[in-house]
């Protein structure tokens, strides 16, 4: 019984900021790695940014230097910070979580996805 559910998708304009949020439920013990891709379509999914249990981040060339990615681990819940959004960063964006249960052992799950709309 684990749950991973994402929430702040919306619409905006360009040059402006969404913050997304990704808080996993149920019988969790701890977030391991914790990851948002992305998907336009006709496009695969791409990687956006990554988190580490200890905190170490990394990002695609892409969004580097407009999006931060960060966690509660109190909360267990994730961020997207997305700042000077363009067009291009339209898409639907994935929470992705390894995560060690309340029973033991590890488990990979997805969020359900947010869109996320820039106008231009």
């Known amino acids: 019984q684990v749950h991973l559910v994402e929430s702040g998708g919306g619409l905006v304009q360009a040059g402006g900021s969404l913050r997304l949020s990704c808080t996993a439920s149920?019988?969790?013990?701890?977030?391991?790695?914790m990851a948002w891709y992305r998907q336009a379509p006709g496009k695969q999914r791409e990687l956006v940014a990554t988190?580490?249990?200890?905190?170490?981040?990394s990002y695609a060339d892409s969004v580097k230097g407009r999006f931060t990615i960060s966690r509660d681990n109190a909360k267990n819940t994730g961020y997207l910070q997305m700042n000077s959004v363009n067009p291009e960063d339209t898409a639907v964006y994935y929470c992705?979580?390894?995560?060690?249960?309340?029973?033991?052992?590890?488990?990979?799950?997805w969020g359900q996805g947010t869109q996320v709309t820039v106008s231009s």
């Open positions: 149920g019988n969790i013990f701890s977030i391991n790695h």
């Open positions: 992705n979580a390894d995560l060690w249960t309340a029973f033991g052992g590890n488990l990979n799950t």
């Open positions: 988190i580490t249990s200890g905190g170490s981040t």
